[in-house]
């Protein structure tokens, strides 16, 4: 069966999506580890608790995207994000192609689930090789 999948920068437009039907939304945290931080947009940690139960209430799941590449020195951030997103109760998160699995690992034990094969090519010498869009599952399947 095929998946409606939306995207919500505001947990108004996660209500909009989950009230016209959509099985599942992804969204972010209002913070440095999402790509798209803009003021006015995203998730504070309190939003997307009540986003996730209100979504979760309806049928449908929430992923939370992670993804910008760690800053050197703050990698907690990134760290942190997981772990908030598992305690909103995200069904999954959704890490971005620069990140690997060496700087970010579930905090649940979750199982890593790639969608397309470990790219091979990196952008400079400095840089880690890139891994594939992957999503981890934060509930136990």
């Known amino acids: 069966m095929m998946e409606l999948v939306c995207p919500a920068g505001t947990p108004a437009a996660l209500r909009a999506a989950v009230e016209a039907g959509a099985h599942a939304i992804y969204c972010g945290f209002a913070d440095e580890t999402n790509a798209r931080n803009f003021p006015g947009l995203n998730f504070s940690r309190e939003e997307m608790a009540d986003a996730v139960a209100h979504a979760h ?26 772990a908030d997103a598992e305690t909103a109760g995200a069904d999954a998160v959704i890490l971005g192609c620069w990140l690997t699995r060496r700087n970010i690992t579930p905090t649940c034990g979750g199982t ?18 890139p891994s594939a869009c992957a999503a981890w599952s934060c509930r136990a399947s």
């Open 57 to 82: 209430a309806r049928g449908a799941k929430v992923l939370i995207a992670i993804n910008t590449f760690p800053r050197a020195g703050a990698e907690s951030l990134w760290h942190r994000a997981v």
């Open 112 to 129: 890593c689930r790639c969608r397309r094969r470990r790219r091979t090519r990196t952008r400079s010498t400095s840089m880690p090789r």
